[in-house]
């Protein structure tokens, strides 16, 4: 091991000229005026993993091309499967770079190009690692298997495909994607949690046209006086989602957990400067960070109704509808919050007033145990590379790509975030941290080694 | 007054074509194309009036003329003025006329051509009752004054000044305007109340711009939620307003309204069918004519907030408004309203929201006493024109120029109407039945006689 780690201290010029190399590939996936890029990015990565000895290829889709490698297999060793995508945001907008996007650019000890943290830098850390246990080691401890796709930014579109029509070749013990970031500077952090989310649209109908509030008003129900009632009908002032039987199957947060997030060096003052809010809100009795990351919410994406223009207009509007989504913890089963909520709409929507409900998607959420043996060698090796024991997190939001790998591998899935909160991922001056990069490729060398130790433990 | 309606009678003809040759005249005074139109419309009117030997001018203002005449002072008499105006709608869509909007047809006993009923054949009654009156008896029993106005359709901007700067010229008893219509085929109205309004628009601030769904979901409060929530809040499930006094300065119906009411041929039914609605609704208690006409209301006439387009987005939007409006009935304070209003919205906003409410626009609403002698004489009138006795009903909207005309000039206003509900004032093929063209010359003249009388009763 100490062979490997010696070998990455010494290349460290030599890697991060390769992560300049792959940051000039205008990879952009949304643009098809990009395409010969994308396929140049994709091209130099498969050549790349073909040089290090795997077994590697472009497997083609309607889209872009997915790199597929694996190294030789390991007897009696876990498999590794490492996730991760070459395409970029566009780089709009271009004026706002202090260098430009494809021209990458050192300085204060980071690299400012597009795709520097999302997810080239990341990504590259573990074809690094790769190369370094060939290199210092002459094998790898397990087998390490790469998909690394073209469309992440772009939705996605072929990878469930892939995946579902190469479940017995992609076979593995454990995903690795490294697509997040650190909870702060200087606290590595390791995703065990995910929310899913149920996103439904509420369409009311009255009258079958707009009408005068004034000739008519009293006389008819108003499908936006009917759709704020309905809404608020959810949620109490406390922050309690209403509709019945919603929480019956939410795990509580465990007393660890609660101790591990309050552990964390989390300024509400500054969350709230940031947000520009006077105070943070949501349901009772639970921290900010409890909120955001554990507990399900709800919330109204998007308004509409009569008349929104300047001044005022006396409609009665013919309609209103309302977008909204629950944000569910592990556990809850989108299927069975839509039917519930379904049924408490039906009850609560007024005379007068027909209701369509759409059900837009649903996605339930994942938590990886934490004394997942994965998870605890991900710990181990985060440790190792940074220099400090990583944290647990959650993040609030869905990644639809661990479900799927999540479903369709059946695998745990390790998200280990080499990033920064603020590097700016879509943004303009997008950044790596050099040191991270160096941190992520001895955190992943160790990290093969320590998922290798898993199947000579007594489980 | 026999002889002036034997006279009215015996010129049918002649008042037709009179009203034929008006209509012919393309006054929209929307669109600056037509403003020589507008101009030989109001010059038509003057000349006509001067030719009765009435003092009669055009007022110019920053927009469209006013025709102002009147007759000469009888002692002893009350003194009316008859409101009114000469400009109309835009006639689009025209393809959906059956004969052009400004070549006047006859079908049915119905002339069709924009500005039929609203307002030139329901204005010039009054004109040809003068004119009967002055030919047939030699002089009016009262003196009459005209205001005519050419800026009707596009929000009387001018005439408000007017009525202001004249008022000691415009001084008199009551105001007479018929521009709106009967309750029914054969059952004349007059309409003694009209809602006053005080319309609003709630801005509700969170978060400085739009988030992330899943990161930030129960982290900060979401406008669009809150603003359900207060929305929600100002009414309850049976329709009661729960803005705290807000019901303190309504007047009750009498047992007598009610019962006026409860007689008219309402036809709930038809009712439904033609809003498109399974059923009505409101506050519970009152009849739907009651709740239309005589109860204050509450009603959103516009929602917006984050996504609306198609699909889903999962913002937590950075803002929310409505616009909602109150029905008020009459003795209700819009100003009053309004302080009440911000107080409980200021009580219900939550925290970590910020909210702005803007006054758009009040007015109180009006009645006239039923027992007015102007009220009793204009039923006499009716009466007599239509050959049955008209019901009292109220307009759940407000007229705008009502409030002005009872304000500047102190006067109780009359409205007669002597269209139809279904001439379709705005819409393709306006219409105004030639039958109540004539009794309502008829019913105007026993108006000026019954008028007349009245200072000579014992009030």
Known sequence: MQ?????????????????????????????????????????????????????????????????????????????????????????????????????????DGKV?????????????????????WLAAAGRLPLQVKFVIEGEEEVGSEHLGRFLRDNAPRLACDCVVISDTSQFAPGVPAITYGLRGIAYFELRLFGPKQDLHSGVFGGGVANPAVALSAMLAALVDRDGRITVPGFYDDVVPLTDAERAEFASLPFDEAAFKRQLGVAE??????????????????????GLTSGYQGEGAKTVLPARASAKFSFRLVP??????????????LEELVPPGIRMELVEHHGAPGIVMPLDSPYLQAAA??????????PVFIREGGSIPIVNTFAEVLGADVLLLGWGQNDDNPHGPNEKFSLDDYHRGVRASAVLWQELAAIKNQPL
Chains 1, 2 share one sequence.
């Open 331 to 344: 556990n809850q089963d989108p299927h069975k919050i839509a039917a519930a909520l379904r049924r408490r």
């Open 112 to 132: 400012f190009a597009r795709g520097a943290t999302d997810d080239k830098g990341q990504m590259l850390t573990h074809v690094k690692s790769v190369q370094s």
């Open 3 to 107: 062979d490997v780690l010696n070998y990455i201290d010494g290349r460290r010029g030599e890697f991060q000229a390769d992560l300049l190399a792959l940051l000039r590939m205008a990879s952009v996936s949304a643009d098809p005026a990009f395409s010969p890029e994308v396929r140049r990015a994709a091209e130099w990565i498969r050549s790349h993993l073909a040089d290090l000895g795997l077994a590697a290829e472009l497997v083609e889709t309607a889209g872009h091309p997915i790199v597929y490698a694996e190294s030789a297999p390991v007897a009696g060793a876990p498999v590794a499967l490492v996730y991760g995508h070459y395409d970029v945001q566009p780089p709009d907008p271009l004026d706002q770079w202090t260098t430009p996007p494809f021209e990458p650019a050192i300085r």
């Open 380 to 389: 181990a090796a985060v440790e190792q590379g940074f220099q400090r024991r």
């Open 280 to 301: 943070l809100a949501g349901e009772q009795g639970y921290t900010t960070i409890e909120r955001r990351w554990a507990r399900p919410t709800f919330d109204v994406n």
